[in-house]
């Protein structure tokens, strides 16, 4: 997993990464106020006067957030500091109407834990562990709208006072692989906690890309900071192209500058924003008007109790109680919604069958993870359909397991039932696959009397040719001949 490396003109160059994710906290109110944080409101529409900086007025700890953070902290096996304390970030812009940012530079509330990824999902022992430095709550600044009037810049205070975690990687990390293995491996269990719902595409969950190269060995090199990029793919092509930038830097004899930059996707390459060289001096110090925060055992306890079955969890005991192979247990957990959809099916069709879930379960996730995903597809619906339902999948289901209909008939039906009104448990009982040996055994024949040429191949060596004639014989059956039976009397009547 480490055997990643750039080939400069001189040499090989390995590639140092650190992330600094800001999730933005699930809470109905903001970390200060009692304003509403949904996303897509109206323009200051959801501004207090506590994030408007009204004189006067007070911040107040929304103890949501700060049990989201603790939440989020024991999912990655961190170290929870029952004593923290906010400090004043102070900065002058046009989307901070205080005037500083609240947030936790000396004191975080969440200290060191890890997360472990794995780069190649049918290799379980692929792993690798990536430190967490920290997590510290802060509130989010405001937005500019540039495109609102030609000459002036609008400001959207929405966000002012949002409540952020911001989880601090270590630099743990050597490749673009490794990189959005552990963006995608955050964003999971953010979701399985419900701390963040990890829409990167609305802002909710932004990554700050820390890219620097070395020679293999040698002491880290001078880093630079790609701010807010969105998506996983992204961030592996801001460590790709931002890696290849600096290699160049270097070997024409120039020097990599501490900078901040931004990711042009259109180009597919950073660009400077801002040099780090004279850095911003924030003045930290503590907020004047917050307590610090003490946290109880009980707090912390009951943090711990609220936590869900968590992604390695669930993906080990589904390959060592339901049997399942390391790959689909690896893809029925990446997602909430897939395992939910999994779990309500695999009980539904067990309950059905009369059969146990582990007995069902591999059927079960063929299902949702090859064979639907096309139907749904062709189909032109989305998974949220509404006649996509658990009692639809499992009739279908429950219907091949038990010999009633073929996995292809099984397909066929499904789309016909998303896409027009028929009556499924009617549909299922009139496409019935036959057992009768007799009417497969002419279908047989008349299928190999058609192609005596292609049966003359089959004999000669060309053993391939056995698909072409189980395919011919289902559609001649007009696929109502039991597949097993069907391939039993093709093997028998050619010898």
Not at 33 to 59: I, K, R
Not at 240 to 255: L, N
Not at 321 to 327: K, R
Request: glycine share 8%.
């Amino acid at each position: 997993m480490s055997d990643y490396r750039i080939h400069g003109a001189t040499g090989e160059w390995e590639v140092v990464i650190g992330l600094e994710v800001h999730a933005q906290v699930t809470s109905n109110a903001k970390l200060f106020s009692g304003a509403a944080t949904a996303f897509g409101a109206e323009p200051n529409a959801q501004v207090s006067l506590v994030d408007a900086a009204m004189p006067g007025m007070l911040p107040v700890p929304n103890m949501e957030c700060i049990r989201q953070a603790v939440r989020t902290g024991l999912a990655i096996n961190a170290q929870i500091n029952k004593w923290s304390r906010f400090d004043r970030k102070n900065y002058f812009y046009a989307d901070l109407p205080q005037g500083y940012q609240i947030s936790q530079l000396y004191h975080p509330i969440v200290g060191e834990g890890e997360i472990e990824i794995q780069l190649d999902d049918k290799d379980p022992e692929s792993t690798k562990t990536i430190g967490i430095e920290r997590i510290h709550v802060e509130q989010d600044a405001g937005k500019l709208m540039h495109d609102q009037h030609p000459t002036m810049s609008y400001v959207d205070l929405n966000r002012s006072g949002v409540a952020l975690m911001e989880i601090v990687s270590r630099p743990d990390m050597r490749s673009p692989a490794e990189a959005g293995a552990y963006l995608s491996k955050l964003r999971t269990i953010l979701r399985y906690v419900g701390s963040c719902d990890g829409n990167m595409d609305q802002g909710s969950m932004r990554a700050d890309v820390n890219v620097s190269v070395r020679r293999p060995g040698e002491p880290f090199g001078t880093r630079t900071e790609t701010k807010n990029v969105n998506s996983v793919r992204f961030v592996m092509a801001v460590v790709e192209q931002e890696a290849k930038r600096q290699v160049a830097v270097i070997e024409d004899g120039g020097t990599v500058v501490q900078e901040t930059r931004l990711y042009d996707p259109d180009r597919n390459e950073t660009r400077s924003m801002r040099s780090k060289e004279d850095a911003h001096d924030y003045r930290y110090f503590p907020d004047p008007d917050l307590l610090p925060l003490e946290l109880t055992d009980d707090f912390v306890a009951e943090c711990k109790a609220s936590l869900p079955e968590l992604p390695d969890a669930k993906r080990h005991r589904y390959e060592t109680a339901l049997g399942l192979s390391a790959y689909d247990a690896g893809q029925l957990t990446l997602e909430v919604e897939t395992y939910q959809q999994f779990e309500e099916m695999l009980e539904s069709v067990a309950r059905e069958s009369g059969a146990p879930e582990r007995d069902v379960a591999k059927r079960v996730a063929n299902w949702i993870l090859s064979e639907r995903p096309g139907v749904l597809r062709a189909a032109g619906v989305a998974v949220t359909d509404p006649r996509n339902t658990v009692a639809a999948n499992t009739a279908l289901i429950v219907a091949v397991s038990k010999g009633v209909i073929s996995g292809g008939k099984a397909k066929e039906i499904f789309q016909q039932y998303l896409t027009s009104d028929i009556d499924l448990a009617e549909t299922i009982a009139s496409n019935q696959q036959t057992t009768d040996t007799g009417a497969i055994e002419a279908a047989v024949d008349a299928i190999l009397a058609a192609n005596a040429d292609k049966v003359e191949q089959y004999k000669g060596g060309k053993e391939a040719l056995f698909g072409f004639f189980v395919g011919q014989t289902m559609k001649a059956m007009q696929g109502k001949g039991n597949p097993q039976l069907v391939n039993q009397v093709l093997k028998d009547k050619l010898g």
